[in-house]
């Protein structure tokens, strides 16, 4: 991890021409920077507290790059914490390349990716949750995961975290403070009952991370079943228009193809395979080996049998979730068989409780209003301290001490107060330059 010591720089704005284009400056010397590079009826680093200039942005010659604003932030009282200066030109490729060389030639180094949210990080403005936060807004693609991002920036993982934290850290005061006293023990009152509330609420947060990572980076559902059991036709019929071959011949899709779409706020890649079954043809049988495989990585399945043709029960192996689903209903149910969703990809029967068995299935019955785990690294650390916290109950008082100590040590690391290093470096890598 780097010093603070220095100053960053980089594009702060996407790719590609827009109206206005930024180049981010942070550091103990970004002012300076500013005062360099811009010209305007004030220098950046005389002006008071956080400001905006109107000027020019000059070359080394000084020449002009183009017009712009400077605005002006003076730590603490920015995104980083530092001193910062935005640097807004019109947002075309040529003009911000040059504008960021220039801040380059004048002493700022170009950031790594996610390296001023590092620098909230490492000076305190942000926990890791809100830095994790701050990455799944900036890739929100749906309604659903700028909710849960807007609710981790705001700290409310942080917050559901520190309640735990709070009564672990009650108990196990009182464990220690008994322990100069081995006769007496700590009363059940102070002990038993908070860790299993801590226990409850714990188990609680952990229960959003499926629905909480789902809704963040999205679902894969896999559609699987024999070939000609209607696969095909129920991707058409939930994406509403014609991606994949639909045939009456068995084989017809022998590759697998994937389409996106949107479902309750999720956005969703729904993958049609090759139907499974034995077959000599040697490409049809590497896409059934493919298909059992899609089925093993989605995070739902959905497996389909024909219900207008006798019934030859399917079974995959698959440890995903899955949906059984009887095709073709508008051709009347040759079988019945319980558990099974009824559909029909001509009529659009049963759709709508799919889209809803697959809406449960993807994010269970989770409050939309509570702030959920997005990351596997926050399921990860709250699943180790729920492990601690539940061997601590039934523990001597000794030895649950030392387990109470482990939990309220994987509770900093969910919200970053005490973490690995290169666990730190993998969150951030993940980030865009210039965030
Ligand atoms: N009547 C009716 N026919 C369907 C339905 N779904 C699929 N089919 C027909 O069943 C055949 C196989 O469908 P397809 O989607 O290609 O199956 P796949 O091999 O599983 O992809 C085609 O002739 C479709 O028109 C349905 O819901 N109702
Ligand atoms: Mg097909």
């Not at 099974?340 to 409780?353: C, I, M, Y």
Request: charged letters at 20%.
């Amino acid at each position: 991890m780097t010093g603070l010591s220095d100053t960053i720089a980089a594009i702060a704005t996407a790719p590609g021409s827009a109206g206005v284009g930024i180049v981010r400056v942070s550091g103990p010397a970004a002012l300076r920077v500013a005062d360099a590079v811009f010209a305007g009826r004030s220098r950046p680093s005389r002006t008071p507290g956080g400001r905006f200039l109107y000027g020019a942005f000059r070359s080394g010659s000084g020449d002009s790059i183009d017009e712009g604003l400077c605005l002006i932030f003076r730590g603490p009282h920015s995104y980083t914490g530092e001193d910062v200066a935005e640097l807004q030109s019109h947002g075309s490729p040529a003009v911000l390349a040059r504008l960021l060389e220039r801040v380059l030639e004048v002493g700022a180094r170009a950031a790594r990716p996610g390296e001023f949210t590092l620098r909230a990080y490492l000076g305190g403005r942000l926990d890791l949750t809100q830095a994790e936060a701050v990455l799944s807004l900036v890739n929100a693609q749906t309604d659903a995961a700028r909710r849960q991002a807007t609710l981790g920036l705001s700290g409310a993982i942080a917050a559901r975290v520190s309640v735990v934290a709070e009564a672990v850290t009650r108990t196990l005061a009182a464990i220690q403070a008994m322990l100069d006293y081995p006769d007496e023990g700590v009363p059940e009152e102070e002990r038993g009952e908070p860790l299993l509330r801590a226990e409850a609420e714990l188990a609680g947060l952990l229960g959003t991370a499926r629905a909480g990572q789902i809704a963040t980076r999205g679902a894969r559902l896999a559609l699987l079943g024999r070939p000609n059991a209607g696969k095909s036709s129920l991707l058409n019929a939930l994406l509403g228009y014609e991606r994949s071959i639909v045939t009456p011949i068995a084989g017809t899709t022998r590759d697998y193809l994937e389409a996106q779409l949107e479902l309750a706020g999720v956005p969703i890649t729904l993958v049609d395979t090759a139907g499974l079954r034995e077959t000599a043809d040697e490409i049809e049988a590497a896409g059934v080996r493919q298909a059992q495989l899609l089925g093993q990585n989605a995070d739902l399945v959905l497996l389909l049998e024909d219900g207008s043709a006798a019934r030859e029960p399917l079974d995959i192996a698959s440890d995903a979730p899955t949906l059984r689903i009887q095709t073709k209903i508008d051709l009347g149910q040759r079988w019945q068989a319980p558990g099974f969703l009824l559909v029909s990809a001509v009529t659009g029967a049963g759709l709508p409780e799919l889209r809803e068995a697959v809406r449960a299935a993807l994010l269970g019955n989770q409050t939309r209003g509570e702030a959920w785990l997005t990351t596997e690294r926050q399921a990860d650390a709250a699943r180790r301290a729920l492990m601690h916290i539940a061997a601590a109950r039934h523990l001597p008082d000794d030895l649950a001490g030392y387990e109470l100590e482990q939990a309220l040590g994987a509770l900093a690391e969910l919200t970053g107060r005490d973490v690995q290093e290169d666990v730190v470096d993998a969150v951030f890598r993940n980030f865009c330059v210039g965030k």
